[in-house]
């Protein structure tokens, strides 16, 4: 079946700080790949998506990759603020017509906070 | 515009009770997907619905139950309560047509505590 694993957490970085949060997967076919972010008190939004092989997704100054071939989709932002303090989630959605299509396999969180 | 809403915030239960969580999905949207999201962890999917049917479900026991009304709100009952039932539900809401694109809308969730 579908799982995505994050890596293990939580990350704690100074104001200004250059971002990673590494994503791999295992999944039949060609997955949606996508990142959720959890504020504080909010609940989960997308970040970002990328549908194919390559794609960037990119939104809020957070980038990720769709890279097939290593079966990941590392979140990177190259400035944290203390605003961006969430959890943060990497998540795949199968293909039209399969098993998963429709529903989204979550990581296990990071817990991301962004000191002054 | 109202997002997804989800009532009630938080409860207590103990073993062995039934509950009922409800969800109204943002408006447009006709499609309604359960997650369970235990500390510490990723969401777990429960079921969805369309059309208010049952169209796909996730590696839950049939304690785990849905229904969804024509004016597409849904309710998810959980009878005989564990204690590792414990968790925050979440209720998220797309387009049909949406869920190709996998955005989904989510609630802020119902904090279920079991005694």
């Known amino acids: 079946g579908n799982s995505v694993t994050q890596m293990e957490g939580p990350v704690t970085l100074s104001e200004e700080a250059f971002l990673t949060i590494n994503c791999t997967y295992t999944a039949t076919g060609y997955p949606s790949l996508f990142w959720y972010v959890q504020y504080p008190g909010e609940g989960l939004q997308l970040l970002l998506k990328?549908?194919?092989?390559?794609d960037k997704g990119s939104n809020k100054g957070f980038e990720a990759t769709y890279r097939k071939e290593t079966t990941s989709f590392h979140l990177e932002k190259g400035s944290v603020q203390v605003s961006d303090s969430a959890v943060y989630f990497c998540a795949l959605s199968g293909v039209a017509g399969g098993t998963s299509y429709g529903k989204l396999t979550f990581g296990q969180g990071t817990i991301l906070t962004v000191h002054p | 515009d109202a997002g997804v809403t989800q009532s009630p915030t938080h409860l207590i239960k103990t073993r062995g009770q039934q509950v009922t969580l409800r969800c109204s999905p943002k408006?447009?949207?006709?499609?309604v997907s359960w997650y369970q999201q235990a500390l510490g962890q990723g969401p777990q999917f429960i079921f969805q619905?369309?059309?208010?049917?049952?169209?796909q479900r996730g590696n839950f026991p049939d304690r785990f139950s849905g229904h969804q009304y024509p004016n597409y709100s849904s309710e998810l009952n959980v009878n005989a309560l564990l204690l590792g039932d414990s968790a925050l539900y979440l209720c998220?809401?797309?387009?049909?047509?949406?869920?190709?694109?996998?955005?989904?809308?989510f609630g802020e969730g119902s904090r279920l505590t079991v005694l």
């Open positions: 408006s447009g949207h006709d499609t």
């Open positions: 998220a809401s797309s387009p049909e047509q949406g869920l190709n694109t996998g955005e989904l809308f």
């Open positions: 619905y369309y059309e208010e049917e049952e169209r």
């Open positions: 990328a549908t194919k092989a390559d």
